[in-house]
């Protein structure tokens, strides 16, 4: 196994929102404690401020797929992507909604990431922790949320076989109806019975700009950066729409997107 190393990532240009500065990241290929480091992965759903926490990503000792029996394990450094490809090819069927679903396993673990219903921890069959493994039914989890506090190595599958290509296709054109600016992704979650969106859109934020950043035009729960946006811009978007919002619904939207 490779030994843990530092890397200089540019945040501006990794993060998907293009927003961050320069930083020395540390590349873990070993297991072990590292609780003064924050897990970033693809920094796809990060908004990382002038000053952020020290970092870490997973190294090629966790970009893995192994299939035994009816589990396939993936570390956590695997790309979303590269996942669905496998499971395309060996025929593994309700891993469709990765499509076009940005980031490594790691991270969509974390954050019990999918799309409307369909969420990655419906098909999670246990997690390795650095205490080992931990069965999905021993970890609190629901819509864009889990409890998992240490960093997650590798993620337990349960296999059941028919990939759906109608289904895949579903999902595709689910993903083309977002924003292709530079973005987050969803930066509110959808609250209880309503729409994140809806709501932004109806105090009147739909493509309103701060700086180089706005809620898009075409999905108003989007911060998307249309140019050297700045962290300042993005917060002061973020907390004018909790502000209007709560207002006028008396409803706290909660972020999505993970500050730091």
């Known amino acids: 196994m490779a030994t843990n190393e530092f890397k200089t990532i540019d945040f501006s240009k990794y993060s998907s929102i293009h927003i961050g500065p320069v930083c020395e990241v540390l590349v873990i290929n070993e297991i072990n404690s590292y609780e003064e480091y924050q897990i970033i992965g693809r920094a796809n759903n990060l908004l990382i401020s002038p000053k952020p926490h020290q970092f870490a990503i997973l190294g090629d000792a966790f970009d893995y797929i192994k299939q035994e029996e009816s589990k396939l394990y993936v570390g956590c ?19 469709e909604f990765l499509a076009k679903l940005p980031g490594n396993l790691g991270g969509l673990v974390k954050m019990n990431a999918g799309l409307k219903s369909w969420e990655i921890f419906n098909y999670i069959h246990a997690i390795k922790t650095k205490e080992g493994y931990i069965k999905k039914e021993d970890i609190l989890y629901s819509y864009r949320y889990t409890n998992i506090e240490d960093i997650v190595y590798e993620v337990v599958f349960n296999i059941e076989s028919g990939f759906s290509k109608e289904r895949l296709k579903a999902f595709n054109a689910m993903r083309d109806n977002q924003p292709h600016t530079p973005s987050a992704g969803s ?18 934020l739909k493509g309103f700009e701060k700086g180089g950043m706005a809620f898009s035009n075409q999905h108003a729960n989007f911060l998307v950066n249309n140019g050297n946006g700045t962290y300042e811009e993005a917060i002061f978007l973020i907390n004018l729409a909790k502000e209007k919002v709560k207002e006028r619904f008396d409803i706290v939207l909660e972020e999505e997107i993970s500050i730091c």
Request: charged share 20%.
């Open 187 to 204: 930066c509110f979650k959808n609250p209880e019975g309503d729409f994140a969106g809806r709501l932004i859109e109806a105090v009147g």
């Open 77 to 95: 450094a695997t790309t979303s992507g590269k996942l669905l490809t496998y499971t395309k090819n060996h025929n593994i069927a309700h891993l």
